[in-house]
């Protein structure tokens, strides 16, 4: 008896089950019963069925039952042929012998079925399953495995020595985007290979459909715990699934959905503070929590709770927290463990709404801290009170004057810096350490997280204002899945930037699956930090570097860099530098090499990097810089400086307008002129003992502006329609510009008449490549640019321009503009473009869209009256018009 599917060679994957769902219900039986059965995983042939249902090519499979009936399946679908095993006591077939290739006659096929039939005559064997041999393609292996904290993983690699040996292979979390899994694929070191390095390229297209076609079938169907697709032959055209391996299992209860950073805010500024244990002996930490509190001028009311005092540092003292009359916002618990169960409880039972436990003992300390904490989350979930800690030091906000750590601390100016630590003693020295080069604005220690954890503060700064980069030391994440919910969501508005500890595994346990077996936890932290567009810092000096550039300077808009140096060899050092990390030298025009050959003495280098050996002088600096800022191809500056004579550096480079545009200085052995170097940063440029580090963090800035706007792009995009439209019968697609569009806006301007670039612009207009530059490389937080493009084969063109300009000036107005070509114009286009800006524009929160145009303009009035914009009057020869979104 034979079953199973055809065998098939370099197919295209067949089409998927046309229900809502990939698998049919037969074929999701298939998983249900083997879990009902107590089986931890599918035969291959159960596995290629399931795969094929999904719309996967895989090699396919014939079942047989017996030599004859093996000898018959094989000169049906032609030599050569392979032979596996099937049996359920039967996961790893290769290693234990039950996989034969390459089978080229009956003879052959006949030896074959005998040996296995006796190396597994002692196992329950069902059958030997025929494929027809796979062409040689690329091989590849696509696998899924499941994280404790994140859950699935879907991983990528090429096969063979590049799994086993080099480890080359990117993991994702899923469910995963296009654009997740083109990542994928390029993330990898033999990326180049499947482009076609020494051979033909591979169908990437293809490729990616498979990668989202496994996360939607492991998103549907959760009893798939692992998978692995090994080996996976990637070809010109198509791909096929050689072997296939599920695992299965009862899926786990999916998470109890976290409380979050909702109402967080009374937390971060609350208007009233009780400290249980608060002290005036100094020494204690209850001295120096209140006392912090008091010298830092917190603005709210104060609570000492102390049943000994009438008054700590002349503040009424309540024995109890019951005992205070007013409604009290945080109470922070610093008595030892034992007390602290009864003084959190009476902080419930008074309606305290968020408790601070810097107290130890806990879950940190035994079986006996343990069980208390354990007592305390029951009290909380009970009350619906939110705790931080315990075992923590609190959180600072120098915008609200407040610091509760156990540690005494001076002076700290407001700043723009939230920083998230688990250990309250690292928090604590970080601050005291960098606090004349960087100012924080809130700091919160999560010490054991019982409750409110690293991503409900995350959630939370990243909505404050006062905050503009999020800094993050983390020993571990729990509830993988939310982190990186909230974190994507967070890197849109802000750099968040994460040191993980970890890196190193002691050891690994036995695992069934490929994958499981690649996916360790740091590939795994890895993956979710590059998801969610968080930057990884190898250390802390890495850390700190990144902070004081994301936190005081602007991110490049470009990744041309104008190096200034006073010795060629750092002038080279940070040029390799900068070509690892994705930047390059600014080609500047021969009108600004002319101008910095007439600033530099003769035996200056003029070119890029710019040497001006050790004549260099601050007014030197000041003249090249800016020229550098005038020119479109620089984007951002490295200055490497004498280290002795910094100090007079410092207010000719504050007087400079740098345009938007980064620096980053260099002073080499930085640590014995850290007077001058603390007045540097105190100015607003980080300072770097090394070029190469300067240009590395230069990279990392310019990368994650460019992987933000795309984000951002994307966001805007998904508002867009997808349907094709008909105009004047020529399909139109509607989509945002990209800088990739530099050809077919240029095209697009030349075909416009003198008199419609005129009535757009105002006056004379051409393409030029600046303007083309300008237009194309469109900052999304600040305009979206809608294009109607039109395609004829393999011909695009475009139609018409539309434009929202953020208006600075008046919150929540955009500007608008239009431009149709000529041929194109009275055939609705200008209506159509109109339209869907008017639903991006409430899309992205837009109350106001305010247009101006000349009198004479009068298709551009008529399409802004039909579109419901109002008449607001005459200026001159223009026309004011404006549209309410509210």
Sequence with gaps: MTRGSS???????????????????????????????????????????????????????????????????????????????????????????????????????????????DTFKYQHIEGITIQRMAAPGIEAIIGVTRDPSFGPLIM???????????????????????????????????????????????????????????????????EIHELDLNPLFLYSEGYIAVDARMFVREPAHTETTATGAKNLHDFFYPKSIAVIGASDVKGKLGYNVFCNLVSHGYPGKLYPINPGKETVMGVRAYKSIRDVPDPVDLAIVIVPAKA????????????????????????????????????????????????????????????????????????????????????????????????????????????????????????????????????????????????????????????????????????????????ASLAGDDEVNNAAFRQSGVIRARDNEHLFALTRAFSKQPIPKGNGVMVITYTGSLGVAATDMLYLSGMRLAELEPYFQQRLKNALPDYASVGNPIDCSFSMTPEQVKKLIEIGVESNDVQSFIVVIQGEILGSFVDVMKSIDYKDKPVACVVACKEFMIHDVVKMEQAGFPVYSTAEMAAEVLGQMYAYGVRRQSAMTDSIARHLTKDTLSVDNMPVRLRLINPKDIGLWTDFVNSCSPKSLWLRFLSPFSATPERAQRFCNVNPEDEVALVAEARTGDQHKFLGIARLIKNKRREGEAEYAIIISDPWQNKSLGITLSEQCIELAKKEGYKTIRAETLQENYAMIRIFRRCAFNFDGKDENMVSMTLNLS
């Design 340 to 515: 602290a169960e009864a003084a959190i409880e009476d902080c419930c039972t008074k309606g305290v709404r968020f408790v601070v436990v810097e107290a130890a003992g806990f879950a940190e300390s035994g079986k006996e801290g343990k069980e208390a904490q354990a007592r305390i989350e029951a009290v909380i979930r009970k009350h619906g009170c939110r705790v931080l800690g315990p075992n923590c030091s609190g959180v600072i906000n120098t915008h609200h004057n407040m610091v509760q750590s156990i540690g005494l601390l001076g002076d700290l100016k407001k700043g723009n810096v939230g920083m998230v630590a688990q250990a309250g003693v690292y928090a604590a020295g970080i601050l005291t350490g960098l606090s004349n080069v960087l100012d924080f604005g809130i700091v919160a220690t999560i010490g054991n997280k019982m409750d409110i954890n690293e991503t409900d503060i995350l959630e939370y700064l990243s909505d404050d204002d006062h905050i503009s980069v999020i800094v993050m030391y983390m020993e571990d994440i729990r509830s993988g899945k939310r982190f990186v919910d909230v974190a994507s969501r967070a890197a849109l508005r802000k750099p968040v930037i994460v040191l993980k500890s970890g890196r190193t595994e002691a050891g690994k346990k036995a695992v069934s699956s490929h994958t």
């Design 7 to 117: 065998t098939s060679q370099r197919q295209k994957a067949p089409a998927a089950n046309p229900g809502g769902k990939l698998l049919s219900e037969e074929l999701a039986e298939i998983i249900h019963q083997a879990v009902r059965d107590n089986r931890s995983y599918l035969m291959e042939h159960e596995s290629k069925e399931i795969l094929e249902g999904a719309g996967i090519a895989t090699t396919g499979y014939l079942v047989a039952r017996s030599e004859d009936e093996a000898l018959a399946l094989c000169e049906k679908i032609g030599f050569p042929v392979v032979m596996k095993i099937v049996s359920p006591d039967v996961v790893h077939k290769s290693d234990a012998g039950g996989v034969r290739l390459n089978l080229q006659s009956a003879d052959e096929v006949r030896k074959a079925y005998r040996g296995m039939m």
């Design 156 to 222: 990528f690699g090429l096969g063979g020595v590049f799994v086993e040996v080099l480890r080359d292979v990117s993991f994702r979390i899923l469910p995963i985007t296009e654009k997740d899994a083109a990542e994928m694929i390029e993330e990898i070191r033999g990326s180049d290979i499947l482009k076609g390095y020494r051979g033909r390229p591979v169908d990437l297209q293809s490729l990616q459909q498979l990668l989202l076609k496994i996360s939607r079938l492991i998103e549907e169907n959760p």
